[in-house]
């Protein structure tokens, strides 16, 4: 599953009343001349149309002329006066014989009531409510689906008024918050869909892990279990030398920097709370919080940290890299990073004991540096890995990183040992997916990763500024956050997409502060 799925595309009825300009279109009116009188006015009132009221007291003039309360309730709009013309519309569908000045009735209440803090207008509210929902079991009969999404929105989110006040803006008329709290229960119940989907996805896909597991557990030899080696909880051997290897002249210069993961049970780290993980990428990646629900979707249920290959693809700037990095600083693993473009399969998988630049595989030097077994291995810009197979091409070493099978006895050339590397997790990042081969398409999970916009930039500034206090060598603390005018200035030329190129813009900014700077 990827972000994308994530994302459901309503019709474009569901665009044009988030617009708040369709309501004036032609095309606008056509769909809602089918429905009826209240629910038009609740659409009206959720995609903010203009003049509203006017419309409502013309079609009364028109049904009814002459009324005085019509005239009161225009010349002062308020709940006293648009009740009294509500009761008045009432009284006269009942001895003038109209039934359809009910339904002006309603729309007046629908208009003039406020948040119901008491019990005062309640038979009001539920007259209304009960109203709007019998009017939209109707209409969704006959009406598209996008319409039916926006007119139950509003009819439920109408009766959920009395007990969700204390959480509503008080400035606003009942409708609009009706029109606010229907949206807030739509999220919810999109947002337990796509949970539920996305578990069903997860174990799905473990089952049929499972069952690979076990056919090819089937056809190996039995090995010594951990327990009975004497490893402890939550420890991983990753590489096992004989102590007349460990004399071995030849790999006196290897094993230097390596002595301290080799014949040792390394501390597997464990998967810290996933909703404080969520919450810090969240913040700091507000545009790719999809992104962060679908990798943290891996950890669900583990105890130690462990990610399935993944491919984040997205637009240079974007973010990628540093999100990686941070990713695995939440979860508190080290990261290990890889220039795609600088490295090949011989680097990359290790080189053979008998060259004088012989050398572990990367994977298991990233095991060494962080002193742990389930590091993260960052290969950034996998697209840009150099497509000459002489020395072996990067593309094809990852291979046998990637699968199951293979990782967890990886034969490293220089060790000549098998490496248990099966608890080391691969991100990659990439511009695009074009000269990628289907291998590693296929070994890995792509996930989409979006440009930053413009509503984002109070998220990013504060990261920004960090790094450039750290270049600089200052405390961060010397370095205040932008004032309204200096991020005013930087919003209105900087609309979104690249983060080099806002942290470009930062840095005259704070140049400029610097020259302008009261010295004593």
Same mark, same amino acid.
């Given at each position: 599953?990827?972000?994308?799925?994530?994302?459901?595309?309503?019709?474009?009825?569901?665009?044009?009343?988030?617009?708040? #300009?369709?309501?004036?279109?032609?095309?606008?009116?056509?769909?809602?001349?089918?429905?009826?009188?209240?629910?038009?006015?609740?659409?009206?009132?959720?995609?903010?149309?203009?003049?509203?009221?006017?419309?409502?007291?013309?079609?009364?003039?028109?049904?009814?002329?002459?009324?005085?309360?019509?005239?009161?309730?225009?010349?002062?709009?308020?709940?006293?006066?648009?009740?009294?013309?509500?009761?008045?519309?009432?009284?006269?569908?009942?001895?003038?014989?109209?039934?359809?000045?009910?339904?002006?009735?309603?729309?007046?209440?629908?208009?003039?009531?406020?948040?119901?803090?008491?019990?005062?207008?309640?038979? !009001?509210?539920?007259?209304?409510?009960?109203?709007?929902?019998?009017?939209?079991?109707?209409?969704?009969?006959?009406?598209?689906?996008?319409?039916?999404?926006?007119?139950?929105?509003?009819?439920?989110?109408?009766?959920?008024?009395?007990?969700?006040?204390?959480?509503?803006? %008080?400035?606003?008329?009942?409708?609009?918050?009706?029109?606010?709290?229907?949206?807030?229960?739509?999220?919810?119940?999109?947002?337990?869909?796509?949970?539920?989907?996305?578990?069903? #996805?997860?174990?799905?896909?473990?089952?049929?892990?499972?069952?690979?597991?076990?056919?090819?557990?089937?056809?190996?030899?039995?090995?010594?279990?951990?327990?009975?080696?004497?490893?402890?909880?939550?420890?991983?051997?990753?590489?096992?030398?004989?102590?007349?290897?460990?004399?071995?002249? %030849?790999?006196?210069?290897?094993?230097?920097? @390596?002595?301290?993961?080799?014949? $040792?049970?390394?501390?597997?780290?464990?998967?810290?709370?996933? !909703?404080?993980?969520? $919450?810090?990428?969240? !913040?700091?990646?507000?545009?790719?919080?999809?992104?962060?629900?679908?990798?943290?979707?891996?950890?669900?249920? +583990?105890?130690?940290?462990?990610?399935?290959?993944?491919?984040?693809?997205?637009?240079?700037?974007?973010?990628?890299?540093?999100?990686?990095?941070?990713?695995?600083?939440?979860?508190?693993?080290?990261?290990?990073?890889?220039?795609?473009?600088?490295?090949?399969?011989?680097?990359?998988?290790?080189?053979?004991?008998?060259?004088?630049?012989?050398?572990?595989?990367?994977?298991?030097?990233?095991?060494?540096?962080? %002193?742990?077994?389930?590091?993260?291995?960052?290969?950034?810009?996998?697209? $840009?890995?150099?497509?000459?197979?002489?020395?072996?091409?990067?593309?094809?070493?990852?291979?046998?990183?990637?699968?199951?099978?293979?990782?967890?006895?990886?034969?490293?050339?220089?060790?000549?040992?098998?490496?248990? @590397?099966?608890?080391?997790?691969?991100?990659?990042?990439?511009?695009?997916?074009?000269?990628?081969?289907?291998?590693?398409?296929? +070994?890995?999970?792509?996930?989409?990763?979006?440009?930053?916009?413009?509503?984002?930039?109070?998220?990013?500034?504060?990261?920004?500024?960090?790094?450039?206090?750290?270049?600089?060598?200052?405390?961060?603390?010397?370095?205040?956050? @932008?004032?309204?005018?200096?991020?005013?200035?930087?919003?209105?030329?900087?609309?979104?997409?690249?983060?080099?190129?806002?942290?470009?813009?930062?840095?005259?900014?704070?140049?400029?502060?610097?020259?302008?700077?009261?010295? !004593?």
């Amino acid at each position: 599953m990827s972000a994308k799925d994530d994302d459901i595309d309503l019709p474009a009825i569901a665009d044009a009343v988030s617009t708040g #300009a369709a309501a004036d279109s032609a095309d606008w009116e056509d769909r809602l001349k089918g429905l009826p009188r209240l629910l038009r006015y609740a659409v009206l009132v959720g995609s903010n149309a203009a003049h509203i009221e006017e419309r409502l007291i013309a079609e009364i003039d028109e049904l009814c002329p002459k009324i005085p309360h019509t005239v009161a309730w225009a010349v002062t709009p308020g709940v006293e006066t648009g009740l009294a013309l509500a009761a008045e519309l009432d009284r006269r569908a009942v001895t003038d014989d109209q039934p359809n000045l009910r339904s002006l009735a309603d729309c007046v209440r629908l208009l003039c009531l406020p948040l119901p803090h008491d019990v005062t207008h309640f038979d !009001h509210y539920r007259r209304v409510g009960k109203a709007l929902v019998h009017a939209f079991h109707g209409a969704s009969r006959h009406a598209e689906q996008g319409l039916c999404c926006v007119l139950e929105r509003f009819a439920f989110g109408w009766a959920a008024l009395p007990a969700c006040t204390d959480f509503l803006s %008080k400035g606003v008329s009942a409708a609009v918050n009706a029109h606010v709290l229907g949206a807030t229960m739509t999220e919810y119940r999109i947002s337990a869909a796509k949970a539920v989907a996305r578990q069903e #996805a997860r174990e799905a896909e473990e089952r049929r892990n499972k069952q690979a597991e076990d056919k090819v557990a089937a056809n190996l030899p039995r090995v010594p279990s951990p327990v009975a080696e004497g490893i402890r909880e939550n420890h991983l051997m990753v590489a096992r030398l004989s102590a007349e290897e460990m004399k071995n002249p %030849k790999l006196k210069d290897i094993l230097g920097p @390596l002595k301290s993961s080799i014949n $040792k049970a390394l501390p597997l780290v464990v998967a810290p709370p996933l !909703h404080e993980v969520r $919450k810090t990428l969240v !913040h700091e990646f507000p545009y790719a919080a999809d992104v962060v629900d679908f990798v943290l979707a891996d950890l669900v249920g +583990r105890v130690t940290v462990r990610l399935r290959p993944l491919l984040l693809v997205g637009a240079p700037g974007g973010g990628k890299s540093r999100f990686v990095r941070r990713l695995g600083e939440t979860v508190g693993v080290s990261v290990w990073r890889e220039d795609a473009s600088r490295c090949d399969g011989a680097v990359f998988g290790g080189t053979d004991r008998r060259w004088y630049s012989a050398e572990p595989c990367h994977p298991f030097l990233a095991v060494a540096q962080g %002193k742990i077994a389930n590091p993260l291995v960052m290969i950034d810009e996998i697209e $840009k890995a150099a497509t000459r197979s002489d020395y072996g091409r990067l593309w094809d070493c990852l291979l046998a990183f990637l699968e199951p099978e293979t990782n967890a006895r990886y034969p490293d050339p220089a060790l000549q040992t098998a490496l248990d @590397l099966s608890q080391v997790s691969y991100v990659a990042t990439a511009n695009s997916l074009d000269p990628l081969p289907s291998a590693i398409r296929d +070994r890995f999970r792509v996930v989409t990763f979006p440009k930053p916009t413009a509503s984002n930039v109070d998220a990013l500034l504060p990261a920004i500024i960090a790094d450039l206090a750290k270049e600089r060598g200052l405390d961060q603390n010397w370095m205040p956050p @932008l004032n309204g005018i200096e991020r005013a200035s930087l919003t209105q030329y900087w609309c979104g997409g690249s983060v080099r190129q806002l942290r470009r813009m930062v840095e005259p900014i704070l140049r400029e502060r610097d020259l302008r700077a009261v010295r !004593h």
